[in-house]
C-alpha cells in the first residue's frame, strides 16, 4: 500500500535520513557509503494507530451485530487489559487456515487446540474453587450467628456419617435390591471423602478451608508453568516460521540482488514475487529478534520447542489431577451440606428440651 497526497499522486511511505556523528556530520561507512536510517512517514507501523484502529473495527462490528440482533460482541482489548489471567492463542494465518479446513492438523492449530484446552481446565477449576469458598463462607457466617455452644468448627468426618444414615432412611421407602446397591454405591462415595480427608490431616472446616485454598495455590502454579511454556512456544513457532522461509527462498534473494539491469530485475521480481515477501518479511523479523542471523539454530528451537511441549503435557496431567481433587471436594460438600440440614431440626429439637428443663 502506498499513500496518496491532496492532488492524488503517490507518496512516500518512508524517507531515508542521514546518520551523525558527535559534531553534526555525516558517518562514512566502510564501503564508501554514508550511513542511513529509514524514517516512517504513514504512521501505519504505530503501535499507537493500531489500537484506534482495532477500536474503531470492534465500535463498528458491535453496532451491526446489534442491529443484526445477534448477541455475539467484539473486544478489541487484550486479554491482560480485560483482566482475563489466560494465554491467548497463536494467530492462524491464511495457509494454516486453510490446511485446518482440510483435515490436515498444523503446529499452530495444534498449540491452539492445547491452549484453549488448558484455559478450560483452569476455569473449570477457578469456578469450582469459587463456589467451595464461598460454601465455607456462609458456613462459618451461619457459625458465628450460632449459640456459643454449637460454634465450633464440626467433625467432618462424623458429618459424612451423618450423611450415610439420612441416605438410609431416605432409602427405606425403595426395594431391597434398590437399597442394598445404593447403599453400596454411597458407601463408596462416604468412604472415597475420608480417604481424601485423612490422607490430608482435613477433620474440620477449618482445616478444609486451608486445604482448598493449598489445591487453588497449586492449580495457580501449575497453570503459570503452562502459560510460560506456551508463551515461549508460540515464540519458537515464529522463530522456526521465519527461519525456514529465510533458508528456504534466500538463494532467490541472492539471485535478485545480483541481476543488474532494472527491467531484468523487475520481472525477476514480478515472477517470484511471493517467495520474495516471505523472504524480506523473514528477514525482517529475524533481524529484529535476533542479534546474529547468519548462522540460524533451527535444531535447537526445534528441541527446545519439543522439550517445553512435553512439560507442558505433563503440568496438564497435573492440572486434570487437581481437578480431580476439586470434584471430590465438591463430593464432599454435597454430603456435609445434606448432614448439616439434617442436624438443624435436632438442634432445634435439642434447645427446646434444654429450655423446658431449665423451666
Not at 41 to 49: A, I, P, R, V
Not at 126 to 152: C, H, M, S, V
Not at 337 to 359: F, G, Y
Request: net charge positive; proline share 3%.
Amino acid at each position: 500500500m502506498r499513500p496518496l497526497d491532496e492532488r492524488g499522486a503517490w507518496a512516500a511511505k518512508s524517507k531515508k535520513e542521514y546518520d551523525l556523528d558527535e559534531n553534526g556530520e555525516r558517518i562514512r561507512l566502510p564501503s564508501g557509503r554514508y550511513k542511513t536510517h529509514k524514517v516512517d512517514l504513514t504512521g501505519w507501523n504505530s503501535q499507537e494507530n493500531a489500537l484506534v484502529w482495532r477500536k474503531a473495527w470492534a465500535d463498528i462490528s458491535n453496532y451491526y451485530l446489534e442491529r443484526a440482533g445477534s448477541p455475539e460482541r467484539i473486544d478489541h482489548r487484550s486479554n491482560a487489559e480485560r483482566g482475563i489471567d489466560e494465554i491467548p492463542t497463536v494467530h492462524m494465518g491464511v495457509a494454516a487456515c486453510q490446511m485446518e479446513k482440510k483435515g490436515i492438523a498444523t503446529e499452530k492449530g495444534e498449540l491452539n487446540r492445547n491452549i484453549q484446552k488448558a484455559n478450560r481446565l483452569i476455569r473449570e477449576i477457578r469456578a469450582q474453587i469459587g463456589k467451595l469458598k464461598e460454601w465455607i463462607a456462609d458456613l462459618f457466617k451461619a457459625r458465628e450467628n450460632a449459640p456459643e455452644q454449637t460454634q465450633q468448627s464440626p467433625n467432618l468426618a462424623n458429618l459424612l456419617m451423618k450423611y450415610l444414615s439420612v441416605q438410609r432412611e431416605k432409602s427405606r421407602k425403595y426395594s431391597q435390591s434398590w437399597q442394598r446397591q445404593h447403599a453400596a454405591d454411597e458407601l463408596k462415595t462416604i468412604a472415597a471423602a475420608v480417604n481424601y480427608l485423612s490422607e490430608r490431616g482435613i477433620s474440620n472446616l477449618d482445616e478444609l478451608d486451608a486445604s482448598l485454598s493449598s489445591v487453588s495455590d497449586r492449580a495457580y502454579s501449575i497453570r503459570e508453568g503452562m502459560k510460560t511454556a506456551e508463551q515461549r512456544m508460540k515464540e519458537l513457532q515464529k522463530l522456526l516460521e521465519h527461519g525456514r522461509n529465510y533458508q528456504t527462498y534466500k538463494p532467490i534473494q541472492d539471485e535478485y540482488r545480483q541481476i543488474r539491469w532494472k527491467g531484468k530485475q523487475e520481472k525477476f521480481a514480478e515472477a517470484h514475487r511471493a517467495e520474495l515477501t516471505l523472504w524480506n518479511a523473514a528477514s525482517r523479523y529475524l533481524h529484529a529478534n535476533l542479534t546474529d542471523t547468519k548462522t540460524l539454530p533451527i535444531s535447537k528451537w526445534k528441541q527446545e520447542y519439543a522439550d517445553l511441549k512435553e512439560q507442558r503435557d505433563t503440568d496438564y496431567t497435573k492440572l486434570k489431577a487437581t481437578r480431580a481433587e476439586v470434584a471430590e471436594l465438591q463430593k464432599i460438600r454435597k454430603c456435609v451440606d445434606i448432614a448439616l440440614k439434617a442436624e438443624q431440626p435436632e438442634q432445634t429439637q435439642n434447645r427446646a428440651k434444654r429450655h423446658e428443663q431449665e423451666r
